[in-house]
């Protein structure tokens, strides 16, 4: 049955009028607009729990009546009915989604766009499953055809946030444009649509995005979206929707998210949100909270769901997610450095409480019991990496052998400045540890230019670190101050903004050299591939997948042996297959190789032996 809220706002439905006896009529009543004082027309009522409790009372008499009506006269049924035939005829017959009207749900389409980490995107999944369970089950392609209209935002650079004001702009035209946009065909939706800013930027800038001439209805920080669908019945009474308090609980451990990628063969997994770490240049600890993690159980049973979906690789997620710690089932408080090791010559700028399951525990139970399925994990802290979590990941074949290892600058002086816990030094020495242990691994980082007082010396020990190593990838930006950090509180802002770009330029200019040199060491080896689709080059004839160590592979599309199934019959492989493919060629970007046979993981590990290849080195 249609709820009579739903009714109400649709165009063209006639009202029907309660008994004078009872203070407000029913177009009133469920009214949008707020209730106007006779005394001041200007001022309207404060929201109050009694209006919602009357509506409630209300929709509860006409149920009442309709039970104990036994006439042929029209029941509400019959002004449901009329009242969708009528939504129906008002609006185009199909969606930009291709659905039609008429299965269309009664709460609202839903619109979603997702900037940031991986994180984000993982978050907004979350609001989606408990949107869904509060009966908003249709989603659409484009804003124009929603009544909800979700943006999830990042607050880590100033660059993210100017774009997201910008496509608040936009929404806010959808908004108060509504009626000629319909009029002329640019708007589908069935009501203005409601503008919620989710994330990070939710909870830095709230009073501003609020403030923002009407731009937004709903602001709900990253520990709130369980509150979403209470925010959103506030809209309707007049009221903003606010919710931004951050939780030492909240891990949504419990809810299934819904997949925004409903074919896809990778999935992200959150198993810790929020950070401990501090450092001075990060709105994280200010935005996400402090670090809780999900019970081990809970991830075992989210990943099971996801291997009968038919997904073959898991990214599990955090804000730092080496540093997991369940601690659901004890109660003993310990001290760093006693038997919560970290990597040697790192130190941690917080103590650990009530120490539990680590994330070598963690890895190793995933890795143990879905042994066809590969692990990633991001991001990292580089203190988080003692010697087991290392060793498991060269003992267990499907936990790929890509390290994130966040450097942010290979200055001391500057990590320092920055709070990171190490020096060069002790990094360099990590990484020479990790192509110990783990020999044909690749690592990626993270990297900050013109970070507060940043001289020439300090960016020229960056370059030569970038060299040293030898990065599969890099994440590399322009410093910008973000308020409420340490840096922020602290430092000057005072590397000037054509000063940051050039060094920009000079970092990615010697990351490309020395990254180079780890794609060309592939060419030769045979590798497993995980097909992900059609190469968008030449969509008709080839594939494309990521290896082990996380480099995009291409290959020809041709049928191949199966060494599982049928080996005497070839097939095309799909999406989903693990494909051995020998490297032929490398672009110092992308990799382009001769597809052998199709294969499981352990097939093929049982079959090749560990190639000992490492790019860089530490000296």
Known sequence: MVPMASILTQPGICCIRIHRRSCFNTVRLFSSKPLV????????????PLRKRLA????????????????????????????????????????????????VASKGRIYHETYGCQM??????????????????????????????????????????????????????????WKSNVAKGRSLSLHPPKVVVLGCMAERLKDKILDAD??????????????????????????????????????????????????????????????????SFCIVPFTRGRERSRPVESIVKEVGELWEQGVKEVTLLGQNVNSYNDASGSEKEVEPGSNWELSDGFKSMCKVKNMGLRFADLLDRLSTEFPEMRFRYTSPHPKDFPDELLYLMHNRHNICKCIHLPAQTGSTTVLERMRRGYSREAYLELVQKIRKIIPDVGITSDFICGFCGETEEEHTDTLSLVKAVGYDMAYMFAYSMREKTHAHRNYTDDVPEEIKQRRLTELIEAFRESTGQCYDSQVGAIQVVLVEGSNKRAPDMELIGKSDKGHKVA?????????????????????????????????RASLFGEALAITRLSTFYNDVGEPAIACGSTS
């Not at 929709?59 to 029209?74: A, K």
């Not at 030492?248 to 299934?256: G, K, R």
């Not at 199966?562 to 490398?586: A, F, L, M």
């Open 214 to 279: 009407k731009m937004v209805d709903v602001v709900c920080g990253p520990d709130a979206y369980r509150d979403l669908p209470r925010l959103l019945e506030e809209v309707d009474y007049g009221q903003k929707g606010i919710n931004t308090l951050l939780s030492l609980e909240e891990t949504y451990a419990d809810i299934s998210p819904v997949r925004i990628s409903k074919n896809s063969v990778t999935a992200f997994v959150s198993v810790m949100r929020g950070c401990n770490n501090m450092c």
């Open 120 to 177: 984000n995107v993982n978050d907004m999944e979350i609001v989606l499953s408990i949107m869904k369970n509060a009966g908003y089950t249709e989603t659409v392609e484009v804003p124009e055809g929603a009544e909800i209209i979700f943006i999830n935002t990042c607050a880590i650079r100033d660059n993210a946030e100017q774009k997201v004001w910008q496509r608040l702009n936009y929404f806010w035209f959808l908004k108060r444009r």
């Open 555 to 587: 290959f020809v599309n041709l049928p191949l042996v199966d060494r599982d199934n049928q080996r005497d019959k070839k097939r095309n492989p799909v999406i989903g297959d693990y494909v051995e493919v020998h490297i032929t060629k490398s672009s």
């Open 37 to 48: 004082s006779r005394s001041n027309p200007h001022r309207p009522f404060s929201h109050r």
């Open 56 to 103: 409630l009372d209300v929709s509860r008499s006409f149920s009442q009546s309709h039970r104990l009506l036994n006439t042929d006269g029209p029941t509400l049924h019959h002004f449901i009915a009329q009242a969708s035939l009528t939504a129906s005829q008002s609006q185009p017959d199909i969606l930009s989604s291709g659905a039609p009207i008429s299965e």
